[in-house]
C-alpha cells in the first residue's frame, strides 16, 4: 500500500470516527439540553465543543471524498463509477445544508437532527457496506429509511423524556 493510500485511509477513519460519535453526543446532549424549554450558558458551552470536534470530523471526511475524486480523475476513470463515494458526497452537501438550516432555524428543530443523524448513520453504514458497491438509488433508500428511523427515534426519546 502506498503512502498516500494509507494517509488517506487515515484521515478518513479518523474523521468518521469524530463525526459520527460527535453526532451522536451532539443530537443526545441537544435533547437533553432543551428538555426545560432553553439552553443555558453550561449546556451551550459543551455543546460548541462537540459541535467543533464534529465540524472537524467533517472537514476530514470532505477532505478524504474530494482526495478519492481527484484520484479518480488522474485514473481516466469516471467519477460516476464509484457509486458509494457520490452517495457520500451527497451525504455531506446534504449534512452541511442542514447545519446551515438549522442554525438560521429555518428548519424544524424536531426533524433537523434527526436528518443529521440519519445522515452522519447513512454515511458510516456506507463505509462499512462500500464492497457490496450498492447502486445510488439503494443508498438514498437506506438513507431516507435512516432518516425516518431518527424522527421516530428522537420523537419517542422527547415523549418518553417529557413523562419524567
Known amino acids: 500500500m502506498h503512502t498516500m493510500d494509507l494517509l488517506l485511509s487515515f484521515i478518513s477513519t479518523l474523521g468518521l470516527i469524530l463525526a459520527v460519535g460527535s453526532s451522536t453526543y451532539a443530537i443526545t446532549f441537544f435533547q437533553q439540553s432543551i428538555l426545560d ?24 471526511l470532505a477532505l478524504s471524498v474530494l482526495w478519492r475524486m481527484v484520484h479518480l480523475a488522474f485514473l481516466d476513470t469516471p467519477l460516476s463509477s464509484d457509486q458509494t463515494l457520490w452517495f457520500q458526497f451527497t451525504l455531506l452537501f446534504a449534512i452541511n445544508i442542514n ?31 462500500a ?8 443508498l438514498l433508500l437506506y438513507w431516507f429509511c435512516l432518516i425516518l428511523f431518527f424522527v421516530i427515534f428522537l420523537r419517542m426519546l422527547h415523549e418518553l423524556s417529557r413523562k419524567k
Open 99 to 129: 447545519a446551515v438550516l438549522m442554525d438560521r432555524h429555518l428548519i424544524p428543530m424536531w426533524f433537523g437532527p434527526a436528518i443529521a443523524g440519519g445522515s452522519w448513520y447513512s454515511y458510516f453504514f456506507s463505509v462499512v457496506f
Open 131 to 138: 464492497p457490496l458497491y450498492l447502486v445510488y438509488p439503494l
Open 37 to 60: 424549554g432553553h439552553i443555558d450558558k453550561t449546556e451551550q458551552r459543551f455543546l460548541h465543543t462537540v459541535y467543533f470536534i464534529l465540524r472537524l470530523g467533517m472537514t476530514l
